[in-house]
């Protein structure tokens, strides 16, 4: 009975400690995003603040090899409401696949700007609204939050195009649960086009599309931004769908649209109207061009040099192999300035109680391999600032 109790104790004591290193859905989102963050298809953006003062991320995504004029724009937001992760989950996702790919044939189209946690207090707690029970997505005419002013700049900032915004459900809805929501628009012309494209969307077979009525209330993000000239959908996904399921929905969703505008720019410019007055200076620190690598004639030229250098300084490190058989460690390392005449076998060094104080590369190399691999004090205090807070440029 007691060693049942003990062990029950030490595998809640170890389901607590593992629930403490993994974080809550917020934190393990932000792992995603610093994983993104070093992608070179990514840029970070500034971040925002929640109310209780978690970062906002939002990041660029495109191949940035690519000249970025000319390049369709699209927002993708989620996480309004706190309780709907797999949105959250599959936004990150598909980026981190594009991100894994060396060049992504959408990417050489169009910039993602993505907001992948517009609401980060609500996804810590796992709730529908923010930390002061405001449901961001119903504050798209007042913006009483910081949430959504700050979501508000960036649309400013960058004009898209093309705006989707992912949601779910987590209770029986009354329209179609896996949906593609077509929001009231000024004109007839622009309506259609809309309507027009989501049902390319509802043609896969994977949802259906709702339209909206004409005067229904504009506090939601993607009628706001219908409203005043944007082609902004939502996107839903039914209870009780399992992840992969609601992640085809959202990816093949993105994909359809995305290919749409990109095919066709006079599309854009009757669907979001809005987005005509982009300015390309107000994002070009963010969108300059990187040369490709390794397909220039002077990336080219640099490897070959390289190698020349590398051959070269092979042979000569050979030397004393060649002149004595390759007889011991103490012939490559003999350069070593840790204490000479007491060891000069690298193998052993990681036991000496004498740093290395030379600044030969083959003691970097040396302090690298064999003691600070030892010295666990190092390791923790780089573990601490891997594990900082993102920097947040401004806010
Ligand atoms: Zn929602």
């Known amino acids: 009975m007691i060693r049942r109790a003990i062990t029950l104790l030490s595998l ?81 996702d598909y980026c981190l696949n594009l991100a894994n790919e060396p060049h992504p044939a959408i990417l050489s189209k169009c910039i993602f700007i993505v907001i992948p946690m517009v609401n980060p207090d609500g996804i810590a707690a796992s709730k529908r609204t923010n930390a002061i029970g405001k449901d961001i997505n119903r504050d798209w005419t007042a913006f009483t939050t910081g949430e959504a002013r700050y979501v508000h700049r960036i649309v400013r900032m960058w004009r898209p195009q093309l705006l989707i915004d992912q949601h779910q459900w987590n209770e029986p809805s009354s329209t179609p649960g896996n ?134 300084a092979m042979v000569w490190l050979m030397r004393p192999f060649a002149r004595s058989g390759g007889e011991s460690w103490s012939h490559r390392f003999t350069r070593c300035a840790v204490a000479p005449g007491v060891c000069v076998d690298p193998l052993s060094l990681k036991r000496l109680p004498q740093p290395i104080t030379s600044r030969s590369w083959v003691n970097k190399r040396l302090r690298t391999r064999y003691v600070a691999a030892s010295n666990s004090k190092t390791d923790h205090a780089t573990e601490d600032h891997n594990d900082s807070p993102l920097h947040i440029p401004w806010s």
């Open 179 to 312: 949906s593609i929501e077509v929001a009231g628009c000024e004109t007839d012309t622009r309506r259609l086009a809309m309507t027009d494209l989501a049902i390319d969307v509802e043609r896969l077979g994977k949802l259906s599309v709702v339209r909206c009525h004409r005067y229904s209330s504009e506090s939601l993000f993607h009628r706001h931004y219908s409203a005043i000239g944007y082609a902004a959908y939502l996107v839903e996904t039914a209870q009780g769908e399992s992840y992969a399921a609601r992640n085809d929905i959202y990816e093949s969703t993105i994909t359809t649209l995305v290919e749409a505008v990109c095919m066709n720019k006079s599309l854009c410019n009757v669907l979001s109207p809005a987005s005509a007055s982009f300015d390309d200076s107000s994002v070009g620190a963010y969108t300059i061009r990187t040369p490709e690598d390794g397909s220039s004639a002077t990336s080219t030229l640099y490897g070959a040099i390289m190698l020349v250098i590398g051959c070269i």
């Open 12 to 92: 809640l004591g170890l389901l607590a400690i593992c629930t403490q290193a993994l974080g809550n859905p917020y934190d393990q989102a932000m792992r995603q995003v610093r994983t993104l963050s070093e992608s070179p298809h990514v840029r970070l953006l500034p971040f925002g603040n929640s109310y209780s003062g978690r970062p906002i991320a939002a990041f660029v995504m495109s191949d940035f090899s690519v000249d970025s004029r000319g390049k369709t724009r699209v927002m993708i937001c989620a996480g309004q409401h706190g309780d709907e992760y797999d949105a959250v989950r599959s936004i990150l």
